[in-house]
């Protein structure tokens, strides 16, 4: 080698770490990364079909079966070690590589959620299903179905190449994200990612690090994603006001809970606007139900509301129900009724661990070809949450819009009209892949 030469490998060198390229003399990541983009194309048409099939025949949380029963066959196809009924309707698969290593985990979401699909698709949901007692129509309205299909697809890609991996993948397949269609919340009650957990999903195998990936509106293939709080906590509200029944043309001989719970309504928004920190931590208190009377003629016993607290900080959370509970309590005393008042933890808020995003950043710029941003903070919950508690974890968001179409006019989650670019779904597929032999073999190679 002439001295020129030399001289110009350390800099190849330090341009590549600047990158964020692993550099290996024989099969590196960098290598894997271009069989991962050639084998993810190829099953492109294959994840289009999965996604069609699943869209079509939507679940409700917790009543996965028929998408279960799907997952598994493809994931026993594929010579994955693979263990049904976690957490009631969960799939989990393992693939372990040729040689030892770390572990990670990639996690998807399998139910829909009890919306009426509009007609136009070939592939519509006409499903029904049962909500806690009631039939309604069944619709995968917030994409799930695109992730279970990603992670079918990200689970053959890097089945195909575990000669050259190693450590281990976990394919996680998650139930009920949306909650449960079979269960209520209250104390005692778990679904989804909680109670996978306690069906042991981590005790076997922890994994060292958890991926996840979900679809929204946005340009197509652009990968978007925070570092700390991504997602809100959720903690479910319950006031009741109670008064003292009695005619209603003669006021004065009762006490109105229904007046009462205006001022209640009223009132709890000052804990927003007046109490709580928000500087540290964007707040919503939102009132969702309100129930109470049964004629028009009569001031009845009581009131009864639901609604959500949405926090991104432990702090602010837990001094926002304090204030929620004695504001409601002295707002109806004042009118003299009684408020009891209960709040139930949900989901808390997805903290992004910040050395797994400077570690994956460079992954998923070339996952993404440089199509990238930084998220928004959403008002939304997910459980992912306690997987992430666990383990350190990663949460990203895809965008889905068509091309041509404006992000901001799109029908969001959970809305009828959201739709999903198919052709996006080859990004979500690829950045799952890659973020997994990334993190496995950069720490081989690193």
């Not at 800099?11 to 894997?32: D, E, K, R, W, Y």
């Not at 493809?74 to 969960?90: K, Y």
């Not at 992000?407 to 959970?414: D, E, V």
Request: aromatic letters at 4%; one cysteine or more.
């Amino acid at each position: 080698m002439t001295s020129s030469r030399r001289a110009l490998v350390p800099s190849l060198l330090a341009t590549a770490l600047m990158f964020g390229i692993h550099v290996n003399a024989q099969a590196g990541p960098s290598s894997l990364e271009q069989q991962i983009r050639r084998d993810t194309a190829a099953v492109q048409p294959q994840l289009v079909e999965w996604r069609r099939d699943i869209h079509q025949h939507p679940e409700l949380g917790e009543q996965e079966t028929r998408t279960a029963q799907l997952v598994a066959k493809h994931l026993e196809s594929l010579g994955l070690d693979v263990r049904t009924g976690v957490g009631r309707t969960g799939v989990v698969g393992i693939l372990k590589g040729a040689k030892p290593g770390r572990t990670v985990a990639l996690r998807a979401d399998m139910d829909a959620l009890p919306v009426k699909e509009p007609e136009g698709l070939p592939f519509a949901s006409r499903a029904k299903g049962n909500y806690h007692g009631t039939e309604v129509d069944v619709m995968h309205a917030c994409g799930h179905d695109a992730h279970t299909a990603m992670l079918m697809a990200a689970a053959q890609v890097l089945a195909g190449m575990k000669d050259q991996l190693a450590g281990t993948v976990m394919f996680i397949f998650q139930p009920a994200e949306e909650g449960s269609s079979l269960v209520l919340p209250g104390q005692g009650a778990s679904w989804g990612a909680e109670r996978m957990l306690k069906d042991g999903v981590f005790d076997d195998l922890k994994p060292d690090a958890v991926f996840a990936v979900h679809v929204m509106p946005g340009p197509p293939g652009q990968i978007s994603w925070r570092s700390g709080a991504t997602t809100a906590a959720s903690d479910m509200l319950r006031i009741t006001v109670t008064g003292s029944q009695g005619h209603g043309g003669m006021p004065w001989n009762t006490i109105d809970p229904i007046v009462a719970s205006a001022q209640v309504i009223g009132g709890v928004q000052t804990v927003v606007s007046r109490k709580a920190n928000l500087s540290r931590s964007p707040t919503v208190v939102t009132i969702g139900t309100i129930n109470g009377g049964s004629g028009p003629n009569i001031v009845p016993e009581s009131v009864a509301m639901t609604g959500t607290i949405r926090t991104y900080d432990e702090g602010v959370r837990a001094q926002v129900g304090h204030d929620l509970k004695r504001s409601s309590e002295k707002i109806a005393e004042s009118a003299g009724a009684q408020a009891s008042v209960s709040i139930e933890p949900m989901y808390s808020s997805i903290f992004n661990s910040a050395e797994l995003v400077s570690q994956m950043t460079p992954v998923m710029k070339r996952a993404a070809d440089g199509k990238v941003a930084t998220a928004d903070l959403p008002g939304a919950a997910e459980d992912f949450s306690f997987f992430s508690q666990k383990v350190p974890g990663l949460y990203l968001f895809l965008g889905v819009t068509p091309e041509g179409q404006d992000p901001a006019k799109a029908a969001p989650n959970h809305n009828p009209g959201f739709f999903v670019d198919e052709g996006a779904m080859e990004v979500g597929a690829r950045t799952l892949s890659m973020m997994a032999v990334d993190f496995l073999m950069g720490s081989e190679h690193g």
